[in-house]
């Protein structure tokens, strides 16, 4: 149980950082004359990159190598995530009449929920002992 309520500071701290890195990345790219949009494809990337590095190596602690494989079902996961925010910030502000504010903090919890399980469970799941 310990393990796994660490596990889930751990992706937390990260998600942390992720955002930091995307925001920094983004404003800079944006100073310079980068276009927005290609600043935030840029910036949501390496955010990507930085969670991909820290969740395999401190989160879940994964000893085994890198594989394609695992990278690709790590985007899936991601886009996943993606989705379910922007289907839920849709249905919760648009349709439900709920403010902005509230439906983007239920929206980003579900999608962080979204993105731990498929992570822990499927991406960067542990050799069975």
């Not at 149980?1 to 955002?19: D, Q, S």
């Not at 404003?27 to 290609?38: D, E, K, M, N, R």
């Not at 820290?54 to 000893?63: G, L, Y």
Request: hydrophobic share 55%.
């Amino acid at each position: 149980m310990w393990n796994e309520k660490m596990m889930l500071v751990r992706f937390a701290v990260v998600g942390i950082g992720n955002t930091l890195v995307d925001f920094v990345v983004f404003f800079f790219l944006a100073s310079i004359g980068v276009p927005y949009v290609f600043s935030q494809v840029c910036s949501y990337s390496a955010g990507m990159m930085n969670s991909y590095v820290w969740n395999r190596t401190w989160t879940f602690q994964v000893r085994k190598k890198a594989s394609v494989q695992e990278f690709l079902q790590f985007i899936f996961i991601n886009l996943v995530s993606l989705s379910t925010t922007i289907v839920l910030l849709y249905l919760l502000h648009k349709l439900a009449g709920m403010q902005l504010f509230s439906s983007k903090a239920v929206a980003t919890v579900a999608g962080m929920a979204v993105n731990f399980v498929g992570s822990r469970f499927w991406v960067f799941e542990r050799e069975r002992r």
